[in-house]
């Protein structure tokens, strides 16, 4: 089949079922005929950082949840095979009744791509970058629910030294920038 006939199609697939989809279709391309027409299957993903008991955790996120997108050719069986694939409701396709399944524009497909290839590498939020002088709210650890003001940014290290006053003293704490958030 020639490369340049394939387009991106999307497949609407239950909820947080997406990966399970993926892995079946890219085992029936594999091993059947299916490999032919499909080229590509891709669930856009990107990695944010969470905190779980004070601690930060780096997790995989799904941007679209309920679709996987594909490159395909549909001819013949092959749409009727990704439709009736476990898990899959169907093609994202026009309001018309009975209308073919719709492929992407091209420009919603750089979009598609170039954000899940930013996305791909974790990077810290904007919202982490603090200025001397700001005042706080520390969130986790032992002093969870005091407020202080930055008093030194280390952004290498990812720390902030925070003043906060305890029974009507000034103490200063070394915190992460995830025990922290702005008030």
């Given at each position: 089949?020639?490369?340049?006939?394939?387009?991106?199609y999307?497949?609407?697939?239950?909820?947080?079922?997406?990966?399970?989809?993926?892995?079946v279709?890219e085992?029936?391309?594999k091993?059947t005929?299916?490999g032919?027409y499909?080229s590509q299957?891709?669930?856009p993903t990107?990695?944010?950082y969470t905190?779980?008991?004070?601690?930060k955790?780096l997790?995989?996120r799904?941007?679209?949840?309920?679709y996987v997108?594909i490159?395909?050719?549909?001819?013949g069986e092959?749409?009727?095979?990704?439709?009736n694939?476990t898990?899959v409701?169907?093609?994202?396709r026009g309001?018309?009744k009975?209308s073919k399944?719709e492929?992407?524009?091209?420009?919603?497909v750089m979009?598609m791509?170039?954000?899940?290839?930013?996305?791909?590498e974790?990077?810290?939020e904007?919202?982490?970058?603090?200025i001397?002088?700001e005042?706080?709210?520390?969130?986790?650890?032992?002093?969870?629910?005091?407020?202080?003001?930055?008093?030194?940014?280390?952004s290498e290290?990812k720390?902030i030294?925070?003043e906060?006053?305890?029974f009507?003293?000034?103490?200063?704490?070394?915190?992460?920038?995830?025990?922290v958030?702005?008030?």
């Open positions: 089949m020639a490369e340049s006939k394939k387009e991106w999307v497949l609407r697939a239950i909820s947080g079922k997406e990966a399970k989809v993926k892995e279709l085992a029936a391309i091993n005929d299916l032919q499909v299957v891709l669930i990107e990695k944010v905190t779980r008991n004070g601690k955790v997790k995989e799904t941007l679209y949840s309920g997108f490159q395909a050719c549909l001819t092959v749409e009727y095979e990704l439709r694939t898990n409701i169907d093609f994202l309001r018309a009975g399944p492929s992407l524009r091209e420009s919603e979009r791509l170039g954000r899940a290839d930013e996305m791909s974790p990077t810290e904007a919202t982490d970058r603090y001397v002088g005042p706080v709210k520390v969130t986790f650890g032992p002093f969870s629910g005091f407020s202080g003001v930055i008093k030194e940014v280390n290290k720390k030294k925070v906060v006053k305890i009507g003293r000034a103490t200063d704490l070394e915190l992460e920038n995830s025990q958030e702005r008030e």
